[in-house]
């Protein structure tokens, strides 16, 4: 790999040459540059800016020096919350303090026996609670997971492996195919560098790095900075050398993860249903206990005694199972939520899935599987065929006015197919892809068409590897069994810079001339390719690279999942909106949210750009129009669902990747892929679709419709007998009769005999049995 060396419009003007030679001079100074002001520099200045050398790389001492004030590549977790700690905070729950304050005027009326039971009837609700409750927050701890363990370093001149935790600002990092991104790093050498941040920005399509300074001022948007290669990103392909520019807490993936320090899940609305039924009995309780005391004492009553009845009224206002019961109800639901196959990690969600009345989906690997698939084939003389199937795997057709094209039963699409094999350096291996997504959709089309063989029949004799800035690739390849012959050059890449290689195109097997007629309906047809959100490919074949002929064009796209469009006209028509949130382009997002159904005539869309430029309120104002979000971020992301919560939405958020996971926390529900997933985006979310199927979300959401249903039926079970209770008690006193129960006697009944009557009759009601 050579140097990058900067030409005159890129280097520093000299105002900035001297400030950055101000920082280089001064030793105590250790800059982070963000990776959007880094973009902008060219690479000597950023150098400069972080005192490093790019060949040479840092000495041991500096390193020293630096991890010294940065601290180490990875996340700081702050402490957990100690388990004692945790169990106390239940007992701040209203209906626990009120029994609390009951159990203490037992024991200071000396009525130990009711002291006891009080205090039993609280450690069993507050023990189910916490049980209930518990469940230890990884998400940021999953966060370190992201930043892979080892990573080729240069340091004092000399390459060295080693932990990726031990990298800081300056280091010079080399990379490869198959390596994730150590940290936040500046590339100064690219080869043919490809970068898949799916994970970080939801797009699709790997993105093509080069080493260029981007314009000042340009689009924010982190995909935008293809000078960048960012923390925890795969690469694709190619090769590359960078210098670090923000490790840890400091890089793109960091301030994710300070966004999710800062967020915290909301609650429930059965959390927020139970803490103000608690409120309410309370007041009730002690508004209620306050004149029948007052009464008592007017009637000339001993003082300890109205203190016993009073003790006697809490309890009885308190409807100590049911928390109880509704624990076991919850865990009933997640069993049965089990068996279809979606995991509930937190028990108070399944309710909250009954409640649910919008759902934000990412698209890339949630609605779509994440792998570049051929759609649609046409050939230079005119044939079009559509293509089945999904994924890189031969499952699917090649179809030509409903009839199945295999092999070379039909020269004019086979040509094309045959173009895209040995114009290739991928392969699939056991439905894996290894290289390209773009090639492994072309070796898909050919293993459909049984032609995936044709790839080991040549040989190659001369290569033009592809590049971002010549976008096209070809290849001089010669069959086996002519290895005396000079072979045949196959091309491949855009269209417009494929057809100036081309005099001429196929037609069943016979070269043509090529004129304007012919240019324009390629032309046309390209353009309407790219309307429907496919991504179009050209190809070429010849005996001379100047003078190739036409092949075809060949669309793909990253399809829908299969019954995912059913999935989503059934909520919709249940009353459910679904909303699509991604950062890949308006065009791709439309063109799916189109195909499933989402994106109608009238249908709005919003960009993140958009939404910076809105507050909370007017967002709240408009959000509810939208149907498709594109170009958004993490912060997008949060944002859109706190102004959708902020009009009183129970929202669900749906995604696979790093760049969901703030807003899976934010949301009501956050739902995560289980296949595709990353492990933040699980940590995260309060729901797992085990095998990726967005129809999971429809049984989940019945389930939750029938747990909140049998809820119902049994709080106002429960209510009834608490207040049947309080009502004996209290004409007993106003009648000056002797109290009828005592407090263990109400929460025997409370407790024990209530329980099992209320949870089968919502069972029952629930299952219809």
């Known amino acids: ?93 209203p209906l626990i303090l009120l029994l609390l304050a009951s159990a203490v005027i037992s024991i200071l009326m000396r009525q130990f026996d009711d002291a ?30 992201l930043v892979p363990p080892e990573c080729h370093c240069v340091r004092e001149g000399h390459l060295e492996h080693l932990l990726a935790r031990e990298l800081v600002p300056g280091d010079t ?25 799916s994970s970080l920005t939801g797009e699709t399509a790997p993105c093509s790095k080069s080493t260029a300074p981007q314009p ?42 300070k966004m999710m320090q800062a967020e915290e899940a909301p609650k429930t609305p059965l959390q927020k249903s139970m803490d103000l039924l608690g409120k309410q009995l309370s007041l009730y309780s002690f508004g209620i206990i306050g004149v029948i005391m007052l009464v008592g004492w007017l009637q000339g009553k001993h003082l300890l005694d109205m203190f016993t009845i009073g003790v006697s009224l809490a309890v009885a206002a308190i409807p100590e199972g049911l928390p109880i019961v509704v624990t076991v109800t919850l865990a009933l639901g997640v069993m049965r939520m089990v068996k279809k196959r979606a995991i509930v990690k937190k028990l108070p969600i399944v309710e909250t899935l009954g409640c649910c009345n919008v759902i934000c989906t990412d698209k890339t690997g949630t609605l779509t599987k994440n792998e570049m698939t051929v759609t649609r084939v046409f050939s ?90 010549q976008k096209w690739m070809a290849v001089r390849s010669v069959h086996r069994t002519q290895q005396d012959k000079l072979g045949v050059y196959y091309m491949k890449g855009a269209y417009e810079q494929v057809i100036q290689f081309c005099s001429s195109y196929n037609s069943k097997g016979l070269t043509l001339p090529l004129n304007g007629q012919q240019r324009e309906l390629y032309q046309q047809q390209k353009s309407y390719m790219g309307t429907a959100g496919l991504r179009v490919l050209a190809f070429a074949s010849g005996a001379e690279l100047g003078a190739l002929s036409f092949l075809g064009l060949v669309g793909m796209i990253d399809p829908p999942r299969e019954g995912v469009k059913e999935a989503v006209g059934m909520l919709i028509s249940s009353g459910v909106a679904v909303k699509m949130v991604t950062g890949d382009s308006q065009e791709t997002a439309v063109s799916i949210a189109s195909r499933l159904g989402l994106y109608t005539k009238g249908s709005q869309s919003l960009s993140g750009d958009e939404v910076d430029q809105m507050d909370l309120l007017q967002l709240s104002h408009l959000v509810s129009r939208i149907v498709v979000f ?45 296949q595709t997933g990353t492990d933040v ?46 009502t004996l008690i209290s004409l007993a006193t106003l009648m000056n009769f002797p109290n009828p129960l005592n407090a263990m006697q109400i929460l025997w009944i409370n407790i024990i005999m209530d329980g099992p009557p209320a949870q089968s009759l919502g069972w029952s009601l629930w299952t219809g049995t």
């Open 1 to 93: 790999m050579a140097d990058a060396e900067p030409d005159e419009a890129t280097l520093p003007t000299e105002a900035g040459l001297a400030e950055s030679l101000t920082h280089c001079e001064d030793e105590t100074m250790i800059p982070v540059l963000a990776s959007r002001r880094a973009s902008e520099l060219p690479v000597n200045e950023v150098a400069c800016l972080l005192q490093a050398e790019l060949q040479y790389g840092l000495t041991h001492s500096e390193v020293s020096r630096r991890r010294a004030y940065h601290g180490w590549n990875e996340f700081e977790i702050s402490e957990e919350e100690p388990l004692w700690r945790k169990y106390l905070s239940q007992f701040k729950d």
């Open 116 to 145: 006891v039971s009080i205090t039993v009837a609280i450690i069993i609700v507050v023990t189910v609670a916490f049980v209930q409750e518990y469940r230890s927050e990884k998400s940021l701890e999953e966060l370190g997971k």
């Open 173 to 197: 990092v080399c990379l490869s195919v198959g390596e994730r991104v150590p940290a936040d790093l500046r590339l100064f050498e690219a080869a043919d560098l490809s970068v898949d941040e």
């Open 216 to 257: 000042a001022g340009a689009n924010g948007h982190i995909t935008s900075r293809s000078n960048i290669a960012f923390m925890g990103t795969l690469v694709r392909c190619g090769k590359a050398k960078g210098i670090v520019i923000g490790t840890g807490e400091n890089s793109e993936f960091g301030e994710v993860f």
């Open 380 to 469: 230079a003389d005119g044939l079009h065929a559509e293509v089945t199937g999904v994924g890189y795997n031969g499952v699917g057709e090649v179809l030509l006015d409903g009839e199945m094209v295999h092999s070379f039963s039909n020269s004019s699409i086979s040509k094309i197919v045959e173009a895209g094999c040995i114009c290739n350096d991928s392969l699939i291996r056991n439905n894996t892809l290894m290289g390209r997504p773009t090639e492994g959709a072309l070796i898909a089309l050919a293993m459909k068409m049984g032609l995936e063989g044709v790839q080991q029949e040549y040989i190659r004799r001369e290569e033009h590897p592809f590049s971002s800035e």
């Open 630 to 674: 594109y170009r958004a971020s993490p912060r997008h992301k949060l944002k859109i669902v706190k102004a959708l919560q902020h009009i009183g939405a129970v929202v669900a958020m749906t995604g696979d990747g790093v760049n969901d996971a703030v807003a899976l926390k934010a949301a009501d529900i956050g739902v995560a892929m289980g």
């Open 681 to 726: 985006c699980k940590e995260a979310a309060d729901m797992i679709l085990v095998d990726d199927d967005f129809q999971t979300i429809m049984s989940a959401i019945e389930e939750g419709k029938g747990i909140y249903n049998n809820i119902k039926n049994f709080v106002r079970f429960q209510l009834s007998t608490s207040i049947a209770a309080l």
